[in-house]
């Protein structure tokens, strides 16, 4: 089977605006936010697609309307950001005497959970898991796209996974509103282009990566 699978960032929060960690709390667009996905829809940004996800939370449910209108979708809650437990809705300068945030953001194993939130080896797993429940709908309909909606932090595990060693892992996370567009064929993520306004210049490494069977 051939798809495409779009995804993309939300558009931008007050939270976002301001740099603070904010994962589980429900928060939607910005002003600012919002007008900056519809200036991104004027320019052409934003493919077709016959399926659509989000991870359930308001700034990934508006982010979708704004862009397709009142269209059906699916939520998988699996694609949520990350649960930044206590540490949620406040910035570096707040926790960074925080034997526990230190603790967390030194941590290189990936068990350390933020206090009240969870591990950066637990989001992988649900993140992984959500990656097959994609599939598995797509499959499930028999589309030939789909447009996920989710958050900076999930696709850049996303990509990391599908395609490791291409790039740091952060510099994965795409921009407000951006993302990409993975190419899956016969059981295998085959590569993946930017999505973004034509002005902007692709990568070298756009639709040469590839991965195994996942």
């Given amino acids: 089977m051939n798809a495409k699978i779009h995804i993309i960032r939300h558009g931008r929060t007050f939270a976002n605006e301001k740099s603070l960690y904010c994962g589980s709390t429900d928060i939607p667009l910005s002003e600012s936010g919002a007008k900056e996905i519809l200036d991104f829809k004027s320019k052409g940004v934003y493919p077709k697609a016959e399926l659509?996800?989000?991870?359930?939370?308001?700034?990934?449910?508006?982010?979708?309307?704004?862009?397709?209108?009142?269209?059906?979708?699916?939520?998988i809650k699996g694609l949520r950001e990350y649960d930044f437990g206590?540490?949620?809705?406040?910035?570096?300068?707040?926790?960074?005497?925080?034997?526990?945030?230190q603790e967390w953001i030194t941590d290189e194993e990936g068990n350390v959970r933020c206090p009240g939130g969870e591990s950066k080896n637990e989001f992988y797993k649900r993140v992984d898991q959500s990656i097959q429940k994609i599939?598995?709908?797509?499959?499930?309909?028999?589309?030939?796209?789909?447009?996920?909606?989710?958050?900076?932090?999930?696709?850049?595990?996303?990509?990391?996974?599908?395609?490791?060693?291409?790039?740091?892992?952060?510099?994965?996370?795409?921009?407000?509103?951006?993302?990409?567009?993975?190419?899956?064929?016969?059981?295998?993520?085959k590569g993946y282009k930017n999505i973004e306004p034509t002005s902007i210049e692709p990568t070298s490494e756009e639709t040469t990566s590839k991965h195994e069977n996942i």
């Fill in 52 to 75: 659509f996800i989000t991870s359930g939370m308001k700034r990934t449910i508006e982010t979708l309307k704004l862009i397709y209108g009142d269209v059906d979708f699916i939520t």
């Fill in 86 to 101: 206590d540490f949620e809705m406040q910035g570096y300068n707040e926790l960074k005497d925080r034997p526990d945030y």
């Fill in 135 to 189: 599939l598995k709908e797509i499959f499930k309909r028999d589309t030939g796209s789909a447009m996920v909606i989710c958050h900076g932090g999930v696709i850049a595990v996303i990509m990391d996974r599908l395609f490791p060693n291409k790039r740091n892992f952060y510099e994965w996370q795409p921009k407000y509103g951006l993302g990409y567009t993975l190419e899956y064929s016969n059981g295998e993520f």
